[in-house]
């Protein structure tokens, strides 16, 4: 805990607030949107600018204590415990350059708000499957989105990285100036810097056709099978994926789902409407769908391709890359979570990789997932009734596709982080090397060890 002398001492440093656990109005700054995680540092600083973020990670380093950072708590898989934590949810600048067709957006801002600001210049940018998500901290992770098949990682489409270093100086970070941090900060999550602001390229908005099939549990196998023969016969320009959804019993779930097992398919096709509703044909004769939402739709209606919860709770995760999703994949997917079989998990997710998500970019960056076939992710949910029993399920999942699984994780979807061998996994070895020895240069007294950090 900071002696009274220094924390005064930061409040007259920054503009924003500074709490401490005792402070009303600190639980609220440290809230995340998985509730599960309670956040205790011994400070956090609510960063209004990056003369805030610049002068906590000063103070910081002069204290000898780590910096974290939290914009929405949408990556909140541990609890960060001590420390000084910046939160940068005031953080809301934003600005579309329709001619360069880039977005500036401050470290707080969220997808939705570039949506609706991209949106009237039809313009477009690289969200995942919720738009509650920050952008920031999605595309340090590299960003895998939604169109992600026809349009690569979010990651690689950034132009540069307004960033305080862990010697509390103000960096531009782009390709020419900073090549190394420029590929580092790309992909490696929060290890090297606090990111203050970014630049990134923007796409034309089109009407795309997309949305999700609801197929009844009980059609869960041949809902899978005709999802594996029909996934190689779909172009790029269409993503995929598909989830066991195990719904809730209560009010907020819509009646016909309420407390099923469904299968989920989702699509996002960025082509014509009939050739979007002629690629699903095959998977709309499978079974007969509990609901079918896939339509043409405008970018602003693109959380409805997932439709991800919105509203904050409490859940633990896990994920991992599979080289594979065949026959006995399936079998084991269904063995450990299908129909019949009585499971707290939530959603077993299996997205498909590929297309330009596949390709190697130009420019080195520090993604990983690029040679694997499918991404897993289970979110098991934390409610009181079954909390005690998410964990052993979630191994147990784990361990049934172990076969199938590359080893390997995307840090965005990895999970809690648990000791230097599973943090490593998030990387391919030689761009975990890498990264490992860059932490050295960019951060070697290891202030930003907090998240899925590698110091
Ligand atoms: C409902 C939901 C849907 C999701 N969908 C997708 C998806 O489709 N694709 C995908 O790739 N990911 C997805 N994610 C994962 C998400 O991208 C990560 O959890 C990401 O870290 C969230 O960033 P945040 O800033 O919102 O979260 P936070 O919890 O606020 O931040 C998470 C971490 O990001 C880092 N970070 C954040 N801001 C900064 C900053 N300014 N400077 C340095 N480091 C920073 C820190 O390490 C921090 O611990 C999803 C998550 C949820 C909960």
């Known amino acids: 805990m900071p002696e009274p002398a220094a924390l005064l001492e930061l409040k007259q440093l920054v503009e924003g607030p500074v709490f401490g656990p005792d402070d009303d109005g600190f639980a609220d700054e440290v809230f995340a949107f998985n509730v599960a995680t309670v956040h205790q ?139 190394e941090l420029f590929s580092l900060l790309k992909g490696g999550k929060g290890n090297f810097a606090v990111v203050t602001s970014m630049t990134f390229g923007l796409h034309e908005s089109r009407e795309f056709y997309g949305g999700g099939i609801m197929y009844p549990g009980k059609d869960a196998d041949q809902v899978l099978t005709a999802f594996r023969e029909w996934v190689p016969t779909v172009p790029d320009d269409a993503s995929l994926s598909i989830a066991l959804l195990r719904l809730p019993d209560v009010e907020f779930v819509p009646e016909p789902l309420r407390g099923q097992l469904m299968v989920h398919l989702r699509f996002a096709f960025l082509g014509s409407a009939e050739e979007g509703a002629r690629l699903l044909e095959p998977m709309r004769a499978v079974s007969t769908p509990v609901m079918d939402l896939a339509r043409p739709m405008t970018y602003p209606e693109i959380d409805l391709v997932h439709m991800d ?73 934390l409610a009181p009734e079954v909390a005690a029993l998410v964990p052993s399920h979630i191994r147990a999942l784990f361990q049934a596709l172990q076969p199938h699984l590359t080893g390997f994780t995307m840090v965005n979807f990895h999970g809690r982080p648990g000791d230097a061998i599973d943090r490593a996994r998030a990387w391919d070895p030689e761009t975990f090397d890498r990264l490992k020895a860059a932490k050295t240069t960019y951060d070697p007294s290891n202030t930003f060890r907090y998240g899925h950090g590698i110091g």
Do not use: C
């Not at 990670?57 to 974290?68: C, L």
């Not at 509203?311 to 979570?337: C, V």
């Not at 498909?352 to 098991?380: M, Q, Y």
């Open 41 to 179: 540092p011994d400070i956090v600083v609510g960063a209004v600018n990056a003369n805030d973020v610049a002068a906590a990670v000063k103070w910081a380093v002069a204290q000898g204590t780590g910096v974290s950072v939290q914009a929405t708590g949408h990556g909140a898989t541990e609890a960060i415990i001590g420390g000084l934590m910046i939160s940068t949810r005031r953080m809301q600048d934003l600005e579309v350059d329709v001619a360069a067709r880039t977005a500036t957006v401050g470290a707080g801002v969220k997808w939705k708000t570039l949506i609706e600001a991209a949106t009237p210049h039809g313009l477009m940018g690289l969200n995942g499957s919720s738009s509650d998500v920050g952008i920031v901290g999605y595309t340090l992770g590299g960003g895998f989105p939604v169109f992600g098949r026809a349009l690569g990682f979010a990651a690689d489409h950034v132009r540069s990285f307004q960033v305080v270093g862990s010697d509390g100086a103000h960096r531009h970070v782009d390709a020419g100036s900073e090549p």
């Open 309 to 381: 919860p919105q509203d904050p709770l409490p859940y633990e995760e896990a994920g991992g890359l599979l080289h594979d999703f065949n026959e006995e994949t399936q079998a084991a997917l269904l063995d450990i979570a299908g129909p019949g079989i009585d499971s707290p998990l939530l959603l077993i997710e299996v997205r498909v990789l590929g297309g330009a998500l596949a390709r190697r970019p130009e420019l080195v960056d520090s993604i990983n997932g690029r040679g694997a076939k499918f991404s897993l992710l289970t979110i098991g949910l």
